[in-house]
């Protein structure tokens, strides 16, 4: 079956630090890949995605970009804020007609001023 | 788009007890989606309906569990004869069938089984 497996956390940062979250995924057929952060007290939200192989998903300075060859969708921001503290889940869907998100346990970051 | 509403936020009970959540969804969602997230773990699937019809189960759902959407708006997910390891946090999300791909998650409601 399909399963997302990310870093352990939590990640422990100091502000403008560069960030990268791993994240590798088991599948059949041709995901797409996806990001979602849950901030504080708030639902989870979509953050970025990527549909095919070698694209690359941006938003609010993340990107990752889909490596079917390594089967990798990894995070990554080159500077980071105290307000990205959250808690980030890879997930991914598509496969065997089912478009329902199969997610990851998530990586906590916490970014220090 | 008033967000994706769970009410209530937070529910303790006694084992063996009955407890019912509401999810509300955003109004011109027609997917909807239960899940079940336990402390460091990622959300894990139970449900989803497409309008008023249930179309997929978890096996993660057993008898204990029934969820409806009667009118294809709100939700209801009812737990009989809660078990201790029922506790855990449980998350409503939707879709727009044509981007389905892109849930909205509500809050969650923190279930704790004594």
């Known amino acids: 079956g399909n399963s997302v497996t990310q870093m352990e956390g939590p990640v422990t940062l100091s502000e403008e630090a560069f960030l990268t979250i791993n994240c590798t995924y088991t599948?059949?057929?041709?995901?797409?890949l996806f990001w979602y952060v849950q901030y504080p007290g708030e639902g989870l939200q979509l953050l970025l995605k990527?549909?095919?192989?070698?694209d690359k998903g941006s938003n609010k300075g993340f990107e990752a970009t889909y490596r079917k060859e390594t089967t990798s969708f990894h995070l990554e921001k080159g500077s980071v804020q105290v307000s990205d503290s959250a808690v980030y889940f890879c997930?991914?869907?598509?496969?065997?007609?089912?478009?329902?998100?199969?997610f990851g346990r998530g990586t906590s970051l916490i970014v220090h001023p | 788009d008033t967000g994706v509403s769970q009410n209530p936020r937070h529910k303790i009970t006694k084992r063996g007890q009955n407890v019912t959540f509401r999810c509300d969804p955003i109004?011109?969602?027609?997917?909807l989606y239960w899940y079940r997230q336990t402390l460091g773990q990622g959300p894990e699937f139970l449900t989803y309906?497409?309008?008023?019809?249930?179309?997929?189960k978890s096996r993660l759902l057993s008898d204990r569990f029934s969820a409806e959407r009667p009118k294809g708006s709100f939700s209801t997910l009812e737990i009989q004869r809660t078990e201790q390891g029922d506790s855990a946090m449980y998350l409503c999300?939707?879709?727009?069938?044509?981007?389905?791909?892109?849930?909205?998650f509500g809050s969650g409601t923190q279930l704790s089984v004594l």
């Open positions: 999300a939707s879709s727009l069938r044509d981007m389905r791909e892109k849930l909205f």
């Open positions: 599948a059949t057929g041709y995901p797409s």
């Open positions: 990527a549909t095919k192989a070698d």
């Open positions: 997930a991914l869907s598509g496969t065997g007609g089912s478009y329902i998100p199969t």
């Open positions: 109004s011109e969602h027609n997917r």
């Open positions: 309906f497409q309008n008023e019809a249930q179309l997929e």
